[in-house]
């Protein structure tokens, strides 16, 4: 599932709809990724790829609710968190719409919460590995 958010100075808005959608394609890479299963906004546990109409990215992991994460990265812009990669981008570019896109997700039982985590942390690196996320136009800093 697709979701592009907007931000302005007095609320958190959407500025689009929601696009059921089984893959995505990279501006980065070229490359289309079949990502096998469709995306709901209370989805825990999974890994986002945020991009910027300017084809900026970011990937990220949340064990939450992933409209929670994407509520706490507009929250983050609006109040100018210097330390939100997404607010840095957009102080830069002027520019504030991001489209939030699942990339994966931990299936089965996760009873284990140390072991989740660990395991969100190794997908987080893959994707930022497969989309080249340490580099323009990626905006993650490290793995």
Not at 32 to 40: C, D, E, H, L, S
Not at 101 to 118: E, L, Q, S
Request: aromatic letters at 10%; one cysteine or more; proline letters at 3%.
């Amino acid at each position: 599932m697709t979701y592009l958010w907007g931000v302005s100075p007095v609320a958190i808005v959407p500025i689009a709809g929601v696009t059921k959608s089984k893959e995505f394609s990279s501006n980065n890479t070229g490359n289309v990724y079949n990502i096998g299963f469709f995306a709901k906004c209370g989805m825990d546990c999974v890994i986002y790829l945020a991009t910027c109409t300017c084809s900026a990215f970011y990937i990220g992991q949340t064990s939450r609710p992933l409209r929670l994460c994407i509520s706490e990265h507009l929250i983050d812009m609006r109040n100018k968190k210097t330390s939100n990669a997404l607010y840095k981008h957009t102080m830069i570019h002027k520019h504030v719409s991001f489209r939030f896109i699942v990339t994966d997700k931990i299936m089965g039982n996760r009873m284990n919460k140390a072991g989740w985590h660990i395991i969100l942390n190794s997908k987080e690196k893959k994707w930022l590995i497969k989309l080249g996320g340490l580099f323009p136009p990626g905006l993650n800093e490290h793995l």
